[in-house]
């Protein structure tokens, strides 16, 4: 009886082994088919993002374009007015000339004012973040008024295009002593 026993410890751990064997290979097999799935998630998720990439870029490259289309479309008209004032000049009519360029720096300006361009307000304090100060010189305005403009400033939207170029004020002149 004693050697029953030790038969069944011996013949146990071969059959849990090869039950267990089985069920390793099983599991193996299963998470390589896990992991073989979840790459080719990752591959296709690539690809998407890689496709949205592509479409984002070609969006933002026709967006570019027809704004584009549409400032130089609505510019068309001051080229006209252009050319028709270069044809006065050409015919020494110089009061027509002056009107026509009256004309285009009216159409031009009103082209851009229309894609959303304004002037630099200049009258005032010194404003650094839309003024480029040149020059300071002493007046009779308050110290750091803007005195004279040398170059009129842009804005688009919220954006300076390019600041107004300014002479500001350094304060009243001192007056010499009287000795």
């Given amino acids: 009886m004693t050697d029953e026993p030790r038969i069944e410890e011996e013949t146990r751990p071969e059959v849990e082994a ?57 510019l068309l008209p001051v080229l006209d007015d252009l050319e028709r004032a270069l044809e006065a000049a050409a ?11 009256r004309l285009v ?33 002493p007046s009779e305005a308050p110290e750091g008024d803007v005195i004279q403009v040398l170059q009129k400033g842009y804005e688009l939207g919220d954006r300076v295009l390019r600041p107004a170029r300014v002479v500001v004020s350094a304060g009243a002149p001192e007056e010499p002593e009287a000795a």
Avoid at 20 to 30: H, K
Avoid at 91 to 101: F, I, K, N, Q, S
Avoid at 111 to 123: C, H
């Fill in 18 to 74: 090869e039950a267990e064997g089985e069920s390793l290979e099983e599991r193996l097999a299963a998470a390589e088919a896990e992991a073989e799935q979840r790459l080719d998630d990752l591959r296709r998720l690539a690809a998407e993002f890689d496709n949205y990439r592509k479409r984002v870029a070609r969006d933002q490259d026709a967006l570019a374009r027809r704004a584009a289309e549409r400032l130089v479309g609505s």
């Fill in 91 to 101: 015919r020494h009519e110089e009061a027509t000339l002056e009107d026509g360029v």
């Fill in 105 to 137: 720096h009216r159409a031009l300006s009103e082209s851009l004012r229309k894609e959303g361009l304004t002037e630099i307000a200049t009258d005032g304090p010194f404003d650094p973040h839309v003024h480029e100060a040149l020059l300071s010189q």
